[in-house]
C-alpha cells in the first residue's frame, strides 16, 4: 500500500535554515492530511494539519503546502532548531467517516548546530 | 495538558498466548483508533471505534484481534493467538467530537512475540 509516499529517508540541516520536507499521495479522494512528528520510543506528535480546500496553513514555524493537482504537500520549519530533529510522518484521510489515517514512511530530519 | 496513556510500555509473550493492550484515551473524546508500526516500517492502521462499535477495520485485524470499551475510560486490544509477526509497536490514539480532528497519540506498547 504505497498511497502516501515519502520518497526521502533523511534530510540534514544547518540550525536556523529552512527544512522541506516533502510527500506525494496517489488517491485523488484524500481530503485531509496531518504530519506528525516522532521521537523514538514516544508516540506520533500532532504538528499541522490541511484541509483540500485549502492550499496554505501555518502555525508558527511550521507551514505545510497542498498542491492537489501534483499530489503533493510539503512542510515547510523556518527557522530549523536542533529541537526539531525527529522522524517526521505525513498521514493522509479519506471522505468516510472512520478517521482512518494513511501514513508515509517518515523521513528522519537532522538539525545541525 | 491531557494526553493518551498506554500499558504496559513493553510486553514480552510466547507465540499462541493472548494479550490485551490498553489505553486510557483523553478523557472527553468519542473517537478511539488502534495503529501499528513495526520495525523499520509505516505506522499502519488497524481499527477504528465509536460509539462502541468498529467503524474502520484494516485487513490486518483479522479474527486473532479484538477491541474493547469495557468501561468509561478504557479502551482495548486483544490479540487471541499472538503470532511471530505482531510484534511492533501499538499506538492508541483518540479524537473529540469528530474524525476530521487532530488524532492524538499514546507513547506505545512495545510488543514482542517470541
Known amino acids: 500500500d504505497q498511497q502516501v509516499k515519502q520518497n526521502s529517508p533523511s534530510l540534514s540541516v544547518q540550525e536556523g535554515r529552512i527544512s522541506i520536507l516533502n510527500c506525494d499521495y496517489t488517491?485523488?479522494?484524500?481530503?485531509?492530511f496531518l504530519w506528525y512528528k516522532k521521537y523514538p520510543a514516544e508516540g506520533p506528535t500532532f504538528l499541522i494539519s490541511?484541509?483540500?480546500?485549502?492550499d496554505k496553513n501555518e502555525d508558527g514555524r511550521f507551514t505545510v503546502f497542498l498542491n492537489k493537482s501534483a499530489k503533493h504537500l510539503s512542510l515547510h520549519i523556518v527557522p530549523s532548531q536542533p529541537g526539531d530533529s525527529a522522524v517526521y510522518f505525513c498521514?493522509?484521510?479519506?471522505?468516510?467517516?472512520?478517521?482512518?489515517?494513511?501514513f508515509g514512511q517518515g523521513t528522519t530530519l537532522q538539525v545541525k548546530p | 495538558e491531557p494526553e493518551v496513556t498506554q500499558t504496559p510500555s513493553h510486553q514480552v509473550t510466547q507465540m499462541g498466548q493472548e494479550v490485551i493492550l490498553r489505553c486510557v484515551p483523553i478523557?472527553?473524546?468519542?473517537?478511539f483508533y488502534w495503529y501499528r508500526q513495526i520495525l523499520g516500517q509505516k505506522v499502519e492502521f488497524l481499527v477504528s471505534?465509536?460509539?462502541?462499535?468498529?467503524?474502520?477495520k484494516s485487513e490486518i485485524f483479522d479474527d486473532q484481534f479484538s477491541v474493547e470499551r469495557p468501561d468509561g475510560s478504557n479502551f482495548t486490544l486483544k490479540i487471541r493467538s499472538t503470532k511471530l509477526e505482531d510484534s511492533a509497536m501499538y499506538f492508541c490514539?483518540?479524537?473529540?467530537?469528530?474524525?476530521?480532528?487532530?488524532?492524538?497519540f499514546g507513547p506505545g506498547t512495545r510488543l514482542l512475540v517470541l
Open positions: 490541511i484541509s483540500s480546500i485549502k
Open positions: 498521514a493522509a484521510m479519506g471522505p468516510g467517516n472512520t478517521g482512518k489515517l494513511i
Open positions: 478523557s472527553n473524546h468519542l473517537y
Open positions: 471505534f465509536y460509539n462502541n462499535e468498529i467503524s474502520e
Open positions: 490514539a483518540s479524537t473529540r467530537q469528530g474524525v476530521r480532528e487532530t488524532q492524538y
Open positions: 488517491n485523488s479522494m484524500f481530503d485531509y
